[in-house]
């Protein structure tokens, strides 16, 4: 199973992963964070980084998600990419961390185009004056079905 750490600003991150485990019912196994605040010396909390993605890669790899593109919690994050080992996203949503819990049983390439996808395909304008109907955020446990109906085009 690939690992996830999400590095973001503030609780965003801790956030997430309790968003995440309220949809999925349950606390998702092999995800962790790295919250970074104002006050914290990157060189300092690299180490720390460092130890999370140790722990988190089982032999299957680890990905990466950081809040926004060129920030401080991308940039430490890309200091622990490894291609094909340790990849990594910037523009973290939940459905996106979604999209990458759902397909983390895949080979570490098909799970970060599949989490990608997620974040773009989670980026919907809502119709006006319409009730919307809810869908399911996620495939049931231990499937790897996908969290849209045309998932199977993406």
Same mark, same amino acid.
């Given at each position: #199973?690939?690992?996830?750490?999400?590095?973001?600003?503030?609780?965003?991150?801790?956030?997430?992963?309790?968003?995440?485990?309220?949809?999925?019912?349950?606390?998702? #196994?092999?995800?962790?964070?790295?919250?970074?605040?104002?006050?914290?010396?990157?060189?300092?909390?690299?180490?720390?980084?460092?130890?999370?993605?140790?722990?988190?890669?089982?032999?299957?790899?680890?990905?990466?998600?950081?809040?926004?593109?060129?920030?401080?919690?991308?940039?430490?994050?890309?200091?622990?990419?490894?291609?094909?080992q340790v990849e990594g996203i910037a523009g973290v949503s939940l459905p996106m961390l979604i999209r990458a819990l759902t397909y983390?049983?895949?080979?570490?390439?098909?799970?970060?185009?599949?989490?990608?996808?997620?974040?773009?395909?989670?980026?919907?304008? #809502?119709?006006?004056?319409?009730?919307?109907?809810?869908?399911?955020?996620?495939?049931?446990?231990?499937?790897?079905?996908?969290?849209?109906?045309?998932?199977?085009?993406?």
């Amino acid at each position: #199973m690939i690992g996830i750490l999400i590095i973001a600003h503030g609780t965003l991150a801790e956030s997430l992963i309790h968003c995440a485990s309220h949809v999925l019912g349950k606390r998702p #196994m092999r995800v962790r964070q790295l919250g970074v605040t104002i006050h914290d010396d990157p060189a300092a909390i690299l180490p720390q980084a460092q130890d999370l993605v140790t722990h988190l890669d089982d032999g299957n790899g680890v990905l990466i998600l950081t809040d926004i593109y060129g920030a401080t919690p991308c940039n430490l994050a890309s200091k622990l990419l490894r291609p094909g080992q340790v990849e990594g996203i910037a523009g973290v949503s939940l459905p996106m961390l979604i999209r990458a819990l759902t397909y983390r049983d895949q080979p570490l390439e098909q799970m970060l185009a599949k989490a990608i996808s997620g974040g773009c395909d989670g980026v919907v304008r #809502m119709p006006q004056g319409q009730p919307t109907q809810e869908t399911p955020d996620a495939a049931p446990a231990g499937t790897a079905e996908g969290t849209r109906r045309d998932d199977a085009a993406h």
